[in-house]
């Protein structure tokens, strides 16, 4: 698959004041599987803010999973490497108490109940906030005295999150947290979240994925974009949706606005051409008219033009 | 973590206690019946002789066992079934479940973790096997002493240290299948396949070779006999040469006072006028001039065996082993459990 176009925005663009400490910030990370014959993440370099709540979009395997489980420490990179929250991603308490990971199933031990869970991890580690997690959870009706195996998803999901913010970690990674939610769970969980990151008063940064922009556009305000393996956008969102239009215009040769911006993505129909333009400057050529894009614009337009299947599915609801 | 530990297995232990109890019961009363029948036994005889041997035949009268034989193998599978119910499943099963990436990132580490799972299994399948060897061993006192031989397989597998050197490699290898396969079924298959193969092999070829067999020779007209077991040769006849000139595959064979056979073809011609005439086709005893006679001529009882007093001492190897073996296979889990990616 050959590489699409790659933007990465620097943090402080927009943002003239001293740049916050970050984060996450990864260098060429790479993993590959299988002696090699799989690469999940391919010379992977994003930052991510502290106090942030970033979406990590892609599709499907594009490796959302495996970065996620990089930057908690739970797999080793194949290459390049990985600073969170200063530190390297590895098996001590000194870190892991400091991150929070909920992987996608969200396991928990289905037989025992959310009190069980909340003693094991007060025993598991040292900064844990057993009251916290109880309040939080009565206050969502969760009951605390049930086997987790019987409650519903979305109840079971709140427990999860509760626990893992029980740790009180300055950082958060939250693997497809709402996609097996129904649309009133999904709405919980979030509140929970953001909610949770607003008492933290910017010391708790989140990083959840999803394979949907529409799930988290509300939540978030820093974006990374995976596809094919590869980074294709991480920034502050309302800079990535400040540097981006949809411009429409005749269908005409674009080698001349291509020297001055760069052109994500091109959807030709007739005698007019639609394109999605990264702009480095004001637009000179009056011949297009310009809209304002959506965070959902954005990605889907990056995505299309470096996974055919995303391209046709575009192709399919024009 | 001790704490995880047991809520995870709390509910295994109470079914294992519940079972241990209820073995218990059975071989307490069966061993009490079995006491006072050799007792009364004893008495019948008129002798306090510690061993059938000893009493000569009257002791050898059979002491019935009410649950019998069935009980022993029984006790031969307890390592067996806590290594495929208790040892695959316990990292396997977590794996399976995903609950691996809610434990490793738990501020511990996965050491940590792996320690206290691995260590109470462990203490678990000593007290267990250890608790269930100890009655088997109470229980065969009678028997024992009625046999005089502990090293058949059937009593000294199942009595002493051994079976918690079994229950320890069964335990340690049903945990790094499960490690190393990361599914339970699978690694169930694997415990119990292994351990089957590894404790048939070990019967066969290492158990009783561990230490070189005692050779010992005596005269023909001796009535005397080994206890412990055979190795080797085991008990036969040599002539003067040398020459194992027991057996019967090719001609019919005559019994030496303590029941080895000798070939009628190894018998030298000095000494064919002490053969019965004619031979029966079953071969026969020997008669007592045929008997001097190969004595002259050099045939003297050769006896290759382990004796019965290094009874410990193979108990103590063979679970030394053991420990030795299931330590390696929990070096081989830790490894893999702090180099995995979950």
Redesign the interface.
């Given at each position: 698959m050959k590489p699409g176009p790659s933007l990465v925005v620097s943090q402080t663009e927009g943002t003239p004041m001293a740049p916050s400490a970050l984060a996450i910030e990864t260098s060429e990370l790479t993993k590959r599987y299988r002696r090699g014959r799989v690469t999940a993440l391919s010379n992977c370099s994003v930052t991510v803010p502290e106090g942030r709540i970033s979406a990590l979009i892609g599709p499907n395997g594009a490796g959302k999973t495996t970065l996620l489980r990089l930057l908690c420490g739970l797999a080793e990179p194949t290459s390049g490497t990985a600073s969170v929250l200063d530190q390297t991603p590895r098996q001590e308490p000194a870190f892991l108490s400091e991150v929070g990971f909920l992987a996608q199933e969200m396991p928990l031990y289905r037989r025992m109940t959310a009190e069980a869970h909340i003693r094991i991890c007060a025993r598991l580690n040292s900064r844990w906030d057993g009251d916290l997690v109880r309040t939080r959870l009565r206050g969502l009706d969760v009951p605390l005295d049930r086997p987790v195996g019987t409650l519903s998803g979305g109840q079971r999901s709140q427990v999860a999150l509760a626990l893992v913010l029980g740790k009180r970690p300055r950082l958060l990674l939250l693997d497809e947290p709402v996609a097996a939610l129904d649309p009133l769970a999904r709405r919980h969980f979030l509140q929970t979240l953001t909610a949770a990151v607003a008492e933290a008063e910017g010391a708790l940064t989140v990083v959840l994925s999803s394979h949907l922009v529409t799930d988290l556009e509300r939540v978030c305000d820093h974006l990374i974009l995976l596809a094919a393996s590869q980074v294709q956008l991480c920034g502050d969102a309302d800079d990535l949706l400040a540097s981006h239009k949809v411009l429409v215009g005749p269908n005409k040769d674009t080698t001349p606005l291509e020297q001055a911006h760069t052109v994500v993505q091109r959807t030709t129909a007739g005698r007019q051409s639609t394109l999605l333009v990264r702009l480095t400057g004001p637009l000179a050529d009056p011949g297009y008219q310009a809209e304002d894009v959506s965070l959902e614009d954005l990605v889907l337009g990056y995505m299309s033009a470096t996974t055919p299947a995303y391209a046709d599915l575009k192709a399919v609801g024009e | 973590?001790?704490?995880?530990v047991w809520?995870?297995y709390r509910l295994q232990w109470a079914i294992a206690l519940a079972l241990l109890a209820a073995i218990a019961v059975v071989e307490v009363i069966d061993g009490l019946h079995m006491a006072s029948a050799w007792h009364s036994l004893q008495v019948a005889c008129g002798t306090t002789a510690p061993t059938a041997g000893q009493g000569g035949g009257c002791l050898s009268q059979s002491i019935v066992s009410v649950v019998g034989n069935d009980f022993r193998i029984l006790s031969v599978l307890v390592p067996a079934v806590l290594g495929i119910l208790w040892g695959a499943p316990l990292i396997a099963h977590e794996m399976e479940?995903?609950?691996?990436?809610?434990a490793?990132?738990?501020?511990?580490?996965?050491?940590r973790w792996l320690v206290a799972k691995v260590g109470y299994l462990m203490l678990a399948a000593v007290i267990w096997a250890g608790a269930a060897s100890a009655l088997v061993t109470w229980w065969s006192g009678p028997e024992n002493a009625q046999r005089g031989d502990q090293f058949q397989s059937n009593y000294f597998n199942t009595q002493g240290i051994v079976p918690v050197g079994y229950a320890v490699v069964a335990m340690a290898l049903g945990i790094t299948a499960g490690v190393l396969i990361r599914r339970t079924v699978p690694a169930i298959a694997v415990t119990l396949a292994g351990y089957v193969a590894l404790r048939a092999w070990f019967a066969e070829q290492i158990q009783f070779h561990l230490l070189p067999a005692v050779t010992t020779y005596t005269s023909l007209a001796s009535t005397w006999s080994p206890g412990g077991i055979s190795i080797g040769q085991g008990a036969t006849v040599i002539n003067a040469a040398g020459q194992n000139v027991g057996g019967s595959q090719f001609s019919t064979a005559l019994y030496m006072p303590n029941g080895n056979p000798v070939a009628t073809s190894y018998v030298p011609a000095a000494c064919h006028q002490f053969l019965p005439s004619p031979i029966p086709p079953g071969g026969g005893n020997a008669s007592p001039s045929l008997v001097s006679c190969l004595s002259k001529a050099g045939f003297r009882n050769v006896f290759s065996y382990q004796p019965g007093s290094r009874y410990w001492e193979f108990q103590g190897l063979e679970t030394g082993i053991y420990v030795l073996m299931a330590a390696i296979l929990l070096a081989v889990a830790f490894y893999a459990i702090?180099r995995r990616?979950?």
């Open positions: - | 973590m001790t704490y995880l809520r995870q479940t995903g609950t691996t990436s809610f490793w990132t738990q501020g511990t580490t996965r050491t702090r990616d979950a």
